[in-house]
Nanobody, 114 residues
Framework: VQLQASGGGLVQPGGSLRLSCAASGIIFSNNVMGWYRQAPGEQRELVATIVHNGYTNYADSVKGRFSISRDKRKNTVTLQMNSLKPEDTAVYYC?????????WGQGTQVTVSS
């Protein structure tokens, strides 16, 4: 399984960005996809996940601002980020979990700064 993330960049506080991640390879239907982030000097943390049945989970810090969605036919997951704050600055990683194995995409930098 390979994950290809895209969509990072520089945005001003209060702005929006959309991250996308496409999975390829052998994909099973009952998987979990999600986004994690890691700021400099910090541990990687969960941002949001979405299960194959559509159930979502968000970190408290992003609830109400971020929205995760997926297209099961295309094996993609999208993270819509609104009302961005400087503390959202981090490298964002896409992750897929299936059959007790975790797969990570390359990180994409998100910088929120004026």
């Amino acid at each position: 399984v390979q994950l290809q993330a895209s969509g990072g960049g520089l945005v001003q506080p209060g702005g929006s960005l959309r991250l996308s991640c496409a999975a390829s390879g052998i994909i099973f239907s009952n998987n979990v996809m999600g986004w994690y982030r890691q700021a400099p000097g910090e541990q990687r943390e969960l941002v949001a996940t979405i299960v194959h049945n559509g159930y979502t989970n968000y970190a408290d810090s992003v609830k109400g601002r971020f929205s995760i969605s997926r297209d099961k036919r295309k094996n993609t997951v999208t993270l819509q980020m609104n009302s961005l704050k400087p503390e959202d600055t981090a490298v964002y990683y896409c992750k897929m979990s299936q059959r007790a194995t975790d797969y990570w995409g390359q990180g994409t930098q998100v910088t929120v700064s004026s």
